[in-house]
């Protein structure tokens, strides 16, 4: 089956910059979003098609593309921005979603 | 404002079956399909299919095919997803989540509350 692969952490201190990868046979064809998941929380929408953000997301959230890698950058970062982070995209048929396996973003 | 609610707690037993609801509220229901994804505890997201509330098509993980049944009823703009055949790895968060997207790309937004499904003898 299918799979994204994120890496399981990113350590970032307040104001700096953090990246988060997200890597996928599939990706040159199909197009990545990103959701943020605060503990005891449901999943929240930050970044749809590689690089729109959604209305009520901050400006410090930013998405590209390149090849078989998506990525979702988080420009100046604040302890609000602590939480996991999944990519989701398709398989190059579109016939199933799949998520990554979460990134867990940690506000030093 | 949209909005996705959904069914309380669930405490099942191995074998049984159990049924989430999820009504939708702030928009027309037929006009976005409706996910689903499940989360076991301290795991990832994982996709279990998606049902367009416009027709009834269906498309369900590969995994759960032959043991999840998703369903609508219009009339009150409630999405229904049925598990049978419970085993104790299916205990997970249950979220429904709002089909979105254009162009053919798909994202799911927004999302309901979660429902706990608990599998235990």
């Known amino acids: 089956s299918y799979e994204l692969t994120q890496p399981p952490s990113v350590s970032v201190s307040p104001g700096q910059t953090a990246r988060i990868t997200c890597s996928g046979d599939a990706l040159p064809k199909q197009k990545g979003f990103w959701y943020q998941q605060k503990p005891g929380q449901a999943p929240v929408l930050v970044m749809y098609?590689?690089?729109e953000r959604p209305s009520g997301i901050p400006e410090r959230f930013s998405g590209s593309s390149s090849g078989t890698t998506v990525t979702l950058t988080i420009s100046g970062v604040q302890a609000e921005d602590e939480a996991d982070y999944y990519c989701q995209s398709a398989d190059s048929s579109d016939t199933y979603k799949v998520f990554g396996g979460g990134t867990k973003v940690t506000v030093l | 404002q949209v909005q996705l609610v959904q069914s309380g707690p669930e405490v099942k037993k191995p074998g049984a079956s159990v049924t989430v609801s999820c009504k939708a509220s702030g928009y027309t229901f037929t006009s976005y399909g409706v996910s689903w994804v499940r989360q076991a505890p301290g795991q990832g997201l994982e996709w279990m299919g998606w049902i367009s509330t416009y027709n009834g098509y269906t498309n369900y993980a590969q995994k759960l095919q032959g043991r999840v049944i998703m369903t609508t009823d219009t009339s009150t703009s409630t999405a229904y997803m049925e598990l049978r055949s419970l085993r104790s790895d299916d205990t997970a968060v249950y979220y429904c989540?709002?089909?979105?997207?254009?162009?053919?790309?798909?994202?799911?937004?927004?999302w309901g509350q979660g429902t706990l499904v608990t599998v235990s003898s």
């Open positions: 989540a709002r089909r979105d997207g254009d162009y053919g790309y798909n994202w799911f937004d927004p």
């Open positions: 098609k590689d690089s």
